[in-house]
């Protein structure tokens, strides 16, 4: 995380090189007769900060799920870095570096804050079974290397206890551990499913914050949240589901004089909008 | 409410907190001394200065070698059950293959008929147990909780009829004799084999070795990034594998680990009995190991251990207790029923285990904490 690249233009607009990291290409999901996603396309560019927002039950973590490989698209597919996502391995998917948080946090409870970011490292660690029974040299390395990297991310957001374990810390702090946990899988893009949750407005500041410091780390963010105002403040591009199905996607200017969004929030029939 | 939770927690890691800070050389010396007293103990002139610990009916140095091997299925049994979290009911079932293994290689009576040496036997029966899991394991690690539970207590099963079948190699009832001893060319002071059939203390000895080398094993796997994947995978097996953990590959490293220590165990016990047949490996006993892991905290090696020797040792004790306190009944008999008691008011008052792991003590603090909010605040 220490090679840090701020991006000072802030982009206003869409970045001019879009070189595109993932892409919903018209993706339908059904569960038996329940249509969850209908359709879906848009792309995720690098280095951007995209809102996927919507009511509740739109869709929205359905479609989040789709991308990290929980399912599989009826009909379409996602594809990240021009290869296929779904039908690969869980671990796989994580592997080719996308990451992401729980709606409703799900750590490893009764393991250390350290420990559990160190699960993430270990996801590009290669040391066997026998090396880790006779901690042979590469065990030792990735081990060090890994409890570094761990310290580190704690610092980064903001956790000073790390050997606490994770049930015990606050409902922000394990927020920002669920957080530190993905971005020590080394992804590229990193997926957050409503993260300011239930977090006062002080809190969702500072969370806002973090965000932009991840983005300015290299990574892409894809953020869930339907709290609007929260995503306005901190996303370059915005999609809207509703009902499974994309009604807009834009600049956040765009996005919120966009009629069928505000109808869609506010309940008006789009037809009258 | 709080400190409810706290106390509760607190009795819960006490031990482990004191341990953890006394001064590093202190503990090795203790852990020396603990070592050291455990290979003194078969002996007599040793044990009989020990009060009532020793037992009175039974042949100590024996009573030893089997509460050793049990500890050592508890070892293993506690890789798959406590650290990985798989409910696994059939572990004797490894046993009993390590068992049959070692015996049909070595016994002349057995179909085979290759007359292996038991040294060289034991390496074969650990792979072959370690396979046979993998085996079992590969299609039943998909499954979770409660089906793979089944399956596995099948599988113990499966084991004990096939064996139970006289036409099988197995030899049904009548059973495979004659299984040789370890390594018949050492001698003992009085030029017999030093694994002999009398003496159960050399058996003890070479058990409580590899008690302890698997027990550093165990500890160094659990303090990498495999115990951490096991650990994850018991407290939230769809998020460790998101966050990039192969579950099923370290589910079924557990298992087979799990296995070839049962394996083991199963080898060192044909050896010292010389003689097995399909009763030795009766459900009960997967059980009773179970039972063992848990009663000392699953997910604490230290823990299972504890819990194995108390589950072995203690019905054994109190068969020759009886006379010592003046009692006209025999206490043998009720043994089982005595230790079944001790089961019982243990999960009553610390369901966590005797000494259980970090994650345990807090889970049953916090449910006593639900079970009981106004209590709490006392």
């Given at each position: 995380?220490?090679?840090?690249?701020?991006?000072?233009?802030?982009p206003?607009?869409t970045?001019?090189?879009?070189?595109?990291?993932l892409?919903?290409?018209?993706?339908?999901?059904?569960?038996?007769?329940?249509?969850?996603?209908?359709?879906?396309?848009?792309?995720?560019?690098?280095?951007?900060?995209?809102?996927?927002?919507?009511?509740?039950?739109?869709?929205?973590?359905?479609?989040f799920?789709?991308?990290?490989?929980?399912?599989?698209?009826?009909?379409?597919?996602?594809?990240?870095?021009?290869?296929?996502?779904?039908?690969?391995a869980r671990?796989?998917?994580?592997r080719?570096?996308?990451?992401?948080?729980?709606?409703?946090?799900?750590?490893?409870?009764?393991?250390?804050?350290?420990?559990?970011v160190?699960?993430?490292?270990?996801?590009?660690?290669?040391a066997?079974?026998?090396?880790?029974?006779?901690?042979?040299?590469?065990?030792?390395?990735?081990?060090?290397?890994g409890?570094d990297r761990?310290?580190?991310?704690l610092?980064?957001v903001?956790?000073?206890?790390?050997g606490?374990?994770?049930?015990?810390?606050?409902?922000?702090?394990?927020?920002?551990?669920?957080?530190?946990?993905?971005?020590?899988t080394?992804?590229?893009?990193?997926?957050?499913?409503?993260p300011?949750?239930g977090?006062?407005p002080?809190?969702?500041?500072?969370?806002?914050?973090?965000i932009?410091?991840?983005?300015?780390t290299?990574?892409?963010?894809?953020?869930?949240?339907?709290?609007?105002?929260?995503?306005?403040g901190?996303?370059?591009?915005?999609?809207?589901?509703?009902?499974?199905?994309k009604?807009?996607?834009?600049?956040?200017?765009?996005?919120?004089?966009?009629?069928?969004v505000?109808?869609?929030?506010?309940?008006?029939?789009?037809?009258?909008a | 409410?709080?400190?409810?939770?706290?106390?509760?927690?607190?009795?819960g890691?006490?031990?482990?907190?004191?341990?953890?800070?006394?001064?590093?050389?202190?503990?090795?010396?203790?852990?020396?001394?603990?070592?050291?007293?455990?290979?003194l103990?078969?002996?007599?002139?040793?044990?009989?200065?020990?009060?009532?610990?020793?037992?009175?009916?039974?042949?100590?140095?024996?009573?030893?070698?089997?509460?050793?091997?049990?500890?050592?299925l508890?070892?293993?049994l506690?890789?798959?059950?406590?650290?990985a979290?798989?409910?696994?009911?059939?572990?004797?079932?490894?046993?009993?293959?390590?068992?049959?293994?070692?015996?049909?290689?070595?016994?002349?009576?057995?179909?085979f008929?290759v007359?292996?040496?038991w040294?060289?036997?034991?390496?074969?029966?650990?792979?072959v147990?370690?396979?046979?899991?993998?085996?079992?394991?590969?299609?039943t690690l998909?499954?979770?909780?409660?089906?793979?539970a089944?399956?596995?207590?099948?599988?113990?099963?499966?084991?004990?009829?096939?064996?139970?079948?006289?036409?099988?190699i197995?030899n049904?009832?009548?059973?495979?004799?004659?299984?040789?001893?370890p390594?018949?060319s050492?001698?003992?002071?009085?030029?017999q084999?030093?694994f002999g059939?009398?003496?159960?203390r050399?058996?003890?000895w070479l058990?409580?070795?590899?008690?302890?080398?698997?027990?550093?094993g165990v500890?160094?796997?659990?303090?990498?990034?495999?115990?951490?994947?096991?650990v994850?995978?018991?407290?939230?097996?769809d998020?460790?594998?998101?966050m990039?953990?192969?579950?099923?590959?370290?589910?079924?490293w557990?298992f087979?680990?799990?296995?070839?220590?049962?394996g083991?165990?199963?080898?060192?016990?044909?050896?010292?009995?010389?003689?097995?047949?399909?009763?030795?490996?009766q459900?009960?006993?997967?059980?009773?190991?179970?039972?063992?892991?848990?009663?000392?905290?699953?997910?604490?090696?230290?823990?299972?251990?504890?819990?194995?020797?108390?589950?072995?040792?203690?019905p054994?004790?109190?068969?020759?207790?009886?006379?010592v306190?003046?009692?006209?009944?025999?206490?043998?008999?009720?043994?089982?029923?005595?230790?079944?008691?001790?089961?019982?008011?243990?999960?009553?008052?610390?369901?966590?285990?005797?000494?259980?792991?970090?994650?345990?003590?807090?889970?049953?603090?916090?449910?006593?904490?639900?079970?009981?909010?106004?209590?709490?605040?006392?």
């Amino acid at each position: 995380m220490s090679e840090a690249a701020p991006d000072t233009t802030a982009p206003e607009t869409t970045p001019p090189q879009r070189e595109a990291l993932l892409e919903v290409d018209h993706v339908t999901l059904r569960f038996g007769g329940v249509v969850a996603l209908n359709d879906v396309d848009f792309t995720l560019y690098k280095g951007e900060i995209l809102g996927l927002i919507g009511p509740n039950g739109a869709g929205k973590t359905t479609c989040f799920n789709a991308m990290t490989g929980v399912y599989a698209p009826t009909q379409g597919e996602i594809r990240f870095k021009g290869e296929r996502v779904s039908g690969r391995a869980r671990h796989k998917i994580t592997r080719m570096g996308i990451a992401r948080t729980f709606q409703n946090i799900r750590l490893f409870p009764e393991m250390s804050a350290l420990e559990n970011v160190m699960v993430g490292a270990d996801a590009h660690h290669k040391a066997s079974v026998i090396s880790a029974l006779f901690r042979l040299p590469r065990f030792w390395r990735e081990e060090r290397s890994g409890r570094d990297r761990a310290h580190d991310l704690l610092r980064f957001v903001g956790i000073e206890r790390p050997g606490e374990l994770a049930r015990n810390l606050s409902y922000g702090e394990q927020r920002r551990l669920e957080i530190a946990r993905a971005l020590a899988t080394s992804p590229t893009l990193l997926c957050l499913d409503e993260p300011a949750a239930g977090f006062n407005p002080a809190e969702k500041d500072s969370l806002l914050k973090l965000i932009r410091k991840i983005r300015d780390t290299g990574v892409t963010v894809l953020l869930i949240e339907h709290d609007m105002r929260l995503v306005m403040g901190v996303t370059d591009r915005i999609v809207v589901l509703e009902f499974g199905k994309k009604i807009a996607e834009g600049l956040p200017a765009e996005v919120r004089d966009n009629p069928a969004v505000i109808a869609a929030y506010l309940g008006v029939p789009t037809d009258a909008a | 409410m709080n400190a409810h939770v706290e106390k509760v927690r607190s009795r819960g890691r006490s031990m482990r907190a004191r341990w953890d800070s006394m001064p590093r050389q202190v503990r090795w010396i203790a852990l020396l001394a603990l070592v050291v007293f455990l290979y003194l103990l078969p002996n007599r002139w040793f044990y009989i200065n020990l009060w009532y610990f020793r037992t009175m009916e039974s042949d100590m140095a024996t009573v030893l070698f089997e509460t050793s091997f049990f500890v050592l299925l508890a070892v293993g049994l506690n890789v798959v059950v406590g650290f990985a979290g798989l409910l696994d009911l059939g572990y004797f079932g490894f046993f009993a293959v390590g068992a049959y293994t070692v015996a049909l290689l070595t016994s002349p009576e057995s179909r085979f008929d290759v007359g292996w040496p038991w040294l060289a036997a034991v390496p074969a029966a650990v792979a072959v147990t370690m396979i046979s899991g993998v085996i079992l394991g590969g299609p039943t690690l998909r499954l979770r909780g409660d089906y793979l539970a089944i399956v596995t207590l099948g599988f113990a099963e499966m084991i004990r009829l096939y064996a139970a079948r006289n036409e099988g190699i197995a030899n049904g009832q009548r059973g495979i004799p004659e299984i040789p001893h370890p390594v018949p060319s050492v001698k003992g002071s009085d030029g017999q084999a030093l694994f002999g059939v009398v003496d159960a203390r050399p058996y003890y000895w070479l058990t409580l070795t590899i008690i302890i080398f698997v027990i550093l094993g165990v500890r160094n796997l659990t303090r990498s990034r495999v115990g951490r994947a096991w650990v994850a995978i018991r407290e939230d097996e769809d998020a460790a594998q998101i966050m990039g953990v192969p579950t099923f590959k370290y589910k079924l490293w557990a298992f087979a680990i799990g296995a070839a220590v049962g394996g083991l165990s199963g080898a060192l016990f044909a050896g010292k009995q010389s003689f097995i047949n399909s009763d030795s490996f009766q459900l009960t006993n997967s059980i009773l190991v179970l039972a063992a892991v848990i009663l000392g905290g699953a997910g604490n090696i230290y823990g299972a251990v504890i819990g194995a020797f108390i589950t072995w040792y203690l019905p054994e004790w109190v068969r020759g207790i009886g006379g010592v306190i003046g009692l006209e009944i025999n206490v043998a008999e009720y043994r089982i029923l005595i230790f079944g008691a001790v089961l019982i008011v243990m999960m009553i008052f610390r369901p966590q285990g005797i000494l259980p792991s970090r994650r345990r003590a807090a889970e049953f603090a916090d449910r006593r904490q639900e079970a009981a909010p106004t209590e709490a605040s006392a």
